[in-house]
């Protein structure tokens, strides 16, 4: 009987190398890549909330110069044409004996400058504006109350003269008669 022998069928290699790295991506626990997608995650949310602040800054500013002039124009209006002490009130000769706009206008300086030191930097510039143009108006009211009154004291003197001159010229002819 012949007994069948067995023959190595299979080649013999060598183990591939296989290593496992004992070291591990940063990623993996945080860190690397995502910490940088964290850092830029809290820098947006920091230059949202700057933006936020500065726009609640800038509405704070509005809000204070708007009521800055608000008064201011309140009292330019009243010292224009309050009925009992506006510069509208005086009439005649009264109206060109004082310095009307010299005066108003001392008053409104001193108002709008204590106005101003209730304002922080940012609103006083801002209020600066707009306190020249509410100056720059009562001048205008002043002056032109001032010309309107000045024409008529002048045509009302006129008329006087002419009234006096016509007495006068009757006086001499009831004189003659």
């Known amino acids: 009987m012949i007994v069948p022998r067995y023959q190595e069928q299979t080649n013999t ?16 626990f945080g860190g690397g890549a995502a910490i940088a997608n964290e850092g830029a995650a809290q820098r947006g ?3 949202q909330a700057t933006k936020i602040a500065i726009k609640a800054q ?9 009521d ?3 008064s201011t124009m309140d009292f330019k209006n009243r010292l224009v044409d309050d009925p009992k002490e506006g510069i509208k009130t005086k009439r005649g000769k009264n109206a060109l004996e004082k310095d ?12 709008s400058d204590e106005t101003a030191k209730g304002l922080s930097r940012n609103q006083r510039e801002m209020y600066s504006r707009l306190r020249s143009k509410f100056r720059a108006y ?3 009211d002043a002056s032109s109350h001032l010309v309107q009154e000045s024409k008529k004291y002048g045509e009302e003197s006129a008329i006087r003269a002419t009234s006096s001159a016509q007495m006068d010229a009757i006086a001499d002819i ?3 008669a």
Not at 59 to 64: H, K, M, Q, V
Not at 100 to 111: I, P, R
Request: proline fraction near 2%; charge should be negative.
């Open 174 to 176: 009831a004189a003659l």
């Open 100 to 111: 009307l706009v010299k005066n108003a206008l001392g008053e409104y300086d001193k108002f």
């Open 68 to 70: 800055a002039a608000s």
């Open 58 to 66: 800038e509405d704070t500013d509005s809000a204070r110069v708007l």
């Open 138 to 140: 009562l001048e205008t």
């Open 13 to 28: 290699q060598a183990m591939p190398q296989v290593r496992v790295s004992t070291q591990s991506d940063l990623a993996s």
């Open 45 to 47: 949310l920091i230059d």
